[in-house]
C-alpha cells in the first residue's frame, strides 16, 4: 500500500504530533507549583496513555520517529527515565526511607562515571529533544533519586556543557543544597529563558533534623548558583524563586550584580513564611533596570516611622503583592515607583483609617501615572491597630485615582471595612475613566453595616453613558428605587456589556429592566435562594 504523499511533509506530521503536546503543570501559576507533584495528577491515566501512543508511534516507521520522540521527550518531571537509556544505570537500594518523612520510600540510582561513546552519543540525541524539566517533587516526597556520586559522574561525562542543550524552561526544588545546587547547573544552558528555583528550607524544623543544612549553609550556597546561573543563561527572562524562610537580601544584591540584561520578570516570595529583606538588598533592585515585571512577597526588615528611600524602576510595568501577613509597614506597598507601569495587584492592603487609605492612594497616582489595571484587597483585620467603626465613602479616599485617566480595569475587595460603595463611586469612576472594561467593586461588609455596597440606576446608567467599552461589571447590590426610574431613557442603550456580577443577588424584574434598557447584550444566571425571600432586592412597581 502506498504512502499518503502527506507522510512526506515534516511540516504536516510535525503538526499532527504536536495534538499530543500535553502538560501537566500546564496553566499552573509559577508560585502554585512548588508543592505540585506530577505524579499525583488528576490526569496521570491520561499521561500514561499518551506516552505510550508516542513511544509506539516513534516505532511505527521512519516519517513518525522523528517528530513523536520530539514531543514525547519536549518535557521530563524526572531525570530517571532519561538516564535509564544507559543499560549501566542501575537501581541500587530498594524502598530506603526519608530524612524528612517514612510515608515517601525512594528507590536509588546510580550513575558510572564511564559510558562508552556510543551510549554518549544516543543520550545527546534525546536531551536534544528536551525543553522543559519540571524537578518540582521536593526530596521529602521523591519516590525516586540518585546516589551522591552519580552528581559527580555527571560532570565526568558532560563536562561543563549542558546535559540539555536546548531547555527553556527549568523547576527544581532543592532540599540538599550541598549536592543539588551544583547537580542543578549541569542542566542550565544558554538557551533558558525560565527558571523557578524552590528553596525548601523550613527554618528550625531543618535546622533541628539536619543541622548541617542551616540558614548559613543555603545562602552562601544559593548566592554562588545564583552568580553561575547569571552567567550561563545568557537569555535568561524570567526568574522565580522561593526562597522558603531565608533571607533574601544577599540573593538580590548578587542578582543585582551579575543579573544578565534579558532579564524582564523577577519573583521572590516564600509559600509560608515571608522571606526577609534589609533596605540595602531591597534597593539593590534598582540595578535591575531591564525588569518589566516584579512580584514580591517579602518583609522589609525596618522600624516603625523609619522612611525607606524611594526605588525608582524606570522600565517597570507590571508590579505585584501576594498575600504579605505582616504589617503594612513592612511591605512594599507605595515604595516603588514607575513611570511606565500598567498594573499594579494588591493583595492584602491593611485598612488603618481614611487618611492613611488616601495617602496610600495618593502616592500610587504619583509614582504611576500611566497605570491601567488596579487591583487590591482592603481589609480591617490590621496588626496592633485599633479599627475605625464609623462608616465613611470610599470615594473620600480613593479620589486621587480618578487622575489616572487611563484605567482600564479596577478591582476593590473591601473586607471587615466600614466603608459604603453606591452611585457616587461608580458615577466618579465612570467619569474620569471612560477606557474602563472592566469594574469590579465588592464590599464584604462589618455586621453593622448591612448597606455597605449597593448600586442603582444613577450609577448603571453613569456607566452605560461614559464607559462604552465596559465588558465586565461587579457588584455587592443592585436597588432600583421608584425615584429614579425617570431617569430611564425612553429606548435602550446599545451596551456592550457582557457579564453582570451581583454578589448578593438579583431580582428577575430588576435584571429584566436593566437588560432591556441599560445592557441588552448581558447573560446572567439568577439563583433564586438568594433573592425570593428578600424584598430589598426587587424592582418597585
Not at 369 to 375: D, I, R
Not at 457 to 478: D, E, F, K, V, W
Request: hydrophobic share 40%; net charge negative; charged share 20%.
Amino acid at each position: 500500500m502506498a504512502t499518503h504523499h502527506a507522510l512526506a511533509n515534516i511540516d504536516i506530521v510535525d503538526e499532527v504530533f504536536q495534538w499530543f503536546d500535553y502538560e501537566l503543570t500546564h496553566g499552573y501559576p509559577l508560585e502554585q507549583t512548588s508543592d505540585f507533584v506530577a505524579g499525583e495528577s488528576a490526569g496521570e491515566d491520561v499521561e500514561i496513555e499518551r506516552r505510550r501512543s508516542l513511544a509506539s508511534a516513534a516505532r511505527t516507521c521512519k516519517s513518525f520517529h522523528e517528530p513523536a520522540l520530539r514531543v514525547l521527550w519536549r518535557q521530563l518531571e524526572s531525570l530517571i527515565p532519561f538516564f535509564s537509556l544507559l543499560p549501566s544505570f542501575t537501581k541500587v537500594q530498594e524502598n530506603v526511607e526519608q530524612p524528612f518523612s517514612s510515608w515517601h520510600p525512594r528507590d536509588i540510582y546510580h550513575l558510572p562515571d564511564y559510558v562508552s561513546s556510543h551510549e554518549r552519543e544516543r543520550l545527546r540525541k534525546y536531551a536534544d529533544f528536551v525543553r522543559i524539566l519540571y524537578l518540582a517533587t521536593p526530596a521529602p516526597t521523591r519516590t525516586q533519586d540518585f546516589t551522591p556520586e552519580s552528581w559527580s559522574s555527571m560532570r565526568t561525562l558532560f563536562g561543563d556543557q549542558p546535559i540539555f542543550p536546548n531547555v527553556h524552561i527549568l523547576h527544581w526544588s532543592v532540599v540538599s543544597p550541598r549536592t543539588e545546587f551544583p547537580g542543578m547547573m549541569h542542566f542550565v544552558s544558554p538557551t533558558l529563558q525560565q527558571i523557578l528555583l524552590n528553596c525548601c528550607y523550613w527554618g528550625s524544623y531543618m535546622d533541628a533534623r539536619m543541622p548541617d543544612l542551616r540558614a548559613s549553609t543555603w545562602v552562601p550556597l544559593l548566592s554562588s548558583t545564583t552568580a553561575e546561573i547569571c552567567l550561563k543563561a545568557s537569555r535568561l527572562s524570567q526568574l522565580t524563586v522561593c526562597m522558603g524562610e531565608l533571607d533574601a537580601s544577599e540573593f538580590i544584591t548578587v542578582l543585582s550584580h551579575s543579573h544578565p540584561s534579558t532579564l524582564r520578570g523577577l519573583t521572590v516570595f516564600g509559600p509560608h513564611h515571608l522571606p526577609h529583606i534589609n533596605i540595602s538588598g531591597f534597593m539593590g533592585l534598582a540595578r535591575i533596570v531591564s525588569l518589566e515585571r516584579l512580584t514580591l512577597s517579602v518583609v522589609i526588615d525596618h522600624q516603625p516611622g523609619a522612611s525607606i528611600p524611594p526605588l525608582d524602576l524606570p522600565n517597570l510595568l507590571e508590579f505585584r503583592i501576594p498575600y504579605c501577613p505582616a504589617p503594612a509597614h513592612m511591605v512594599p506597598y507605595d515604595t516603588i515607583t514607575s513611570a511606565r507601569l500598567k498594573v499594579l495587584d494588591i493583595s492584602k492592603l491593611d485598612y488603618i483609617g481614611m487618611p492613611v487609605l488616601r495617602r496610600v492612594c495618593s502616592g500610587w497616582a504619583r509614582a504611576f501615572p500611566a497605570l491601567e489595571v488596579l487591583s487590591f484587597r482592603l481589609t480591617g483585620t490590621v496588626w496592633d491597630q485599633p479599627l475605625h467603626t464609623e462608616t465613611q465613602p470610599l470615594l473620600s479616599a480613593l479620589e486621587p485615582l480618578l487622575t489616572l485617566r487611563q484605567m482600564r480595569s479596577f478591582t476593590l475587595s473591601c473586607v471587615d471595612v466600614p466603608v459604603t460603595v453606591g452611585d457616587a463611586e461608580l458615577t466618579a469612576f465612570s467619569e474620569a475613566w471612560p477606557s474602563l472594561v472592566e469594574l469590579q467593586v465588592y464590599n464584604m461588609s462589618i455586621p453593622d453595616n448591612s448597606r455597605g455596597s449597593i448600586a442603582g440606576l444613577p450609577g448603571l446608567l453613569s456607566l452605560a453613558t461614559n464607559c462604552p467599552m465596559l465588558a465586565a461589571l461587579g457588584i455587592g447590590r443592585i436597588v432600583l428605587f421608584p425615584r429614579d426610574l425617570s431617569m430611564l431613557p425612553t429606548g435602550r442603550f446599545d451596551h456592550r456589556l457582557k457579564t453582570l456580577r451581583v454578589r448578593d443577588g438579583l431580582a428577575p424584574d430588576a435584571y429584566h429592566l436593566i437588560r432591556d434598557k441599560l445592557f441588552p447584550v448581558i447573560n446572567m444566571r439568577l439563583h433564586k435562594a438568594v433573592w425570593e425571600d428578600e424584598e430589598r432586592y426587587r424592582c418597585p412597581p
